[in-house]
């Protein structure tokens, strides 16, 4: 089956370090590539997306690149921002599976002043 | 703004009864979906729906119903069955697979459900 494995939070960082959030996945064809920002008490915002492999999405300072070859669509940031504080999801979608989303479970940033 | 609207943000359920969640959407989307999250845990997918009249089982559909009589709208009923309802639902909105594949899905802000 399809599945996403994101690296376990929360991940503490001070306000102007690097960011990298892991992401890998395994899926049954060639699947498009999310994250989502879930901050807190709220639903999920779409941060960025990838359609086919060496795609690079990129928004608010935020990339993320496709990698077929390592099945991976890490996250970074070059300096992170206390408003940045929130939960990141990794997720993706077959193109026969409509826009059926798979998700990972989710890293919680922090980020202190 | 086009947007997907959640109602009400804060529910109470007592012990027995039947509670419904709204979701509207104003984005003309064809396809719906209801997901639950747990404090700490990711999103699980409870119904979905594709088209209107239509609508199918997700991973976690126990003890809970749906309807879709109208484009706009995807009620979630939470019922007695279900035996530990407390979490965030939240619901989703996207364009129709059959127009354009992988599209994102977009979501309301979150209905917070307790057990009084």
């Known amino acids: 089956g399809n599945s996403v494995t994101q690296m376990e939070g929360p991940v503490t960082l001070s306000e102007e370090a690097f960011l990298t959030i892991n992401c890998t996945y395994t899926a049954?064809?060639?699947p498009s590539l999310f994250w989502?920002?879930?901050?807190?008490?709220?639903?999920?915002?779409?941060?960025?997306?990838?359609t086919k492999a060496d795609d690079k999405g990129s928004?608010?300072?935020?990339?993320?690149?496709?990698?077929k070859e390592t099945t991976s669509f890490h996250l970074e940031k070059g300096s992170v921002q206390v408003s940045d504080s929130a939960v990141y999801f990794c997720a993706l979608t077959l193109l026969n599976a409509g826009n059926m989303l798979t998700f990972g479970g989710g890293t919680r940033l922090m980020v202190k002043p | 703004d086009g947007g997907i609207t959640q109602s009400p943000k804060y529910l109470f359920r007592k012990e027995g009864q039947n509670v419904?969640?709204?979701?509207?959407?104003?984005?003309?989307?064809?396809?719906?979906?209801?997901?639950?999250q747990d404090p700490g845990q990711g999103l699980r997918l409870i119904y979905y729906s594709q088209i209107v009249n239509d609508f199918q089982?997700?991973?976690?559909?126990?003890?809970?119903s749906v309807s879709r009589e109208k484009k706009e709208s995807f009620p979630l009923t939470v019922t007695s069955a279900q035996k530990n309802p407390t979490a965030f639902y939240l619901c989703a909105s996207s364009m129709n697979r059959d127009r354009l594949a992988n599209q994102p899905q977009h979501f309301?802000?979150?209905?917070?459900?307790?057990?009084?």
């Open chain 2, 108 to 116: 309301g802000d979150g209905t917070r459900l307790s057990i009084l």
């Open chain 2, 57 to 64: 089982k997700g991973d976690i559909a126990e003890g809970y």
């Open chain 2, 20 to 36: 419904t969640l709204s979701c509207e959407q104003n984005l003309n989307h064809d396809a719906m979906y209801w997901y639950r």
């Open chain 1, 36 to 50: 989502y920002v879930q901050y807190p008490g709220e639903g999920l915002q779409l941060l960025l997306k990838a």
């Open chain 1, 28 to 30: 049954t064809g060639y």
């Open chain 1, 59 to 67: 928004n608010k300072g935020f990339e993320a690149t496709y990698r």
